[in-house]
């Protein structure tokens, strides 16, 4: 399974970015997709997930502000950023864990930063 991020990029305070990430390859159901992020010096950390049968996750920091959607004929998950805030910045990461294979696929991270 690979997972191809795109959408990062740098922003104002305030702005919005949709990150895009599609998975290709020999993908099972159930599964989960979402995005995790991490800033310097700091451990990665969820910011949402999207299962399969429709559950959503968003870390408390996001709620209200992102949006992730899932179109599963495509494999392919979206995060919609809004009111971005300084403290979004970080690498984000598209995962994806596999219920069947119990194995989690990360993609390359896309940078997010948002400028004060």
């Known amino acids: 399974v690979q997972l191809q991020a795109s959408g990062g990029g740098l922003v104002q305070s305030g702005g919005s970015l949709r990150l895009s990430c599609a998975a290709s390859g020999s993908i099972f159901s159930p599964n989960i997709m979402g995005w995790y992020r991490q800033a310097p010096g700091k451990q990665r950390t969820l910011v949402a997930r999207f299962s399969s049968t429709g559950t959503t996750t968003y870390a408390d920091s996001v709620k209200g502000r992102f949006t992730i959607t899932r179109d599963n004929a495509k494999n392919t998950v979206y995060l919609q950023m809004d009111s971005l805030k300084p403290e979004d910045t970080a690498v984000y990461y598209c995962?994806?864990?596999?219920?069947?294979?119990?194995?989690?696929?990360w993609g390359q991270g896309t940078l997010v930063t948002v400028s004060s």
């Open positions: 995962n994806m864990y596999d219920y069947i294979r119990r194995f989690d696929y």
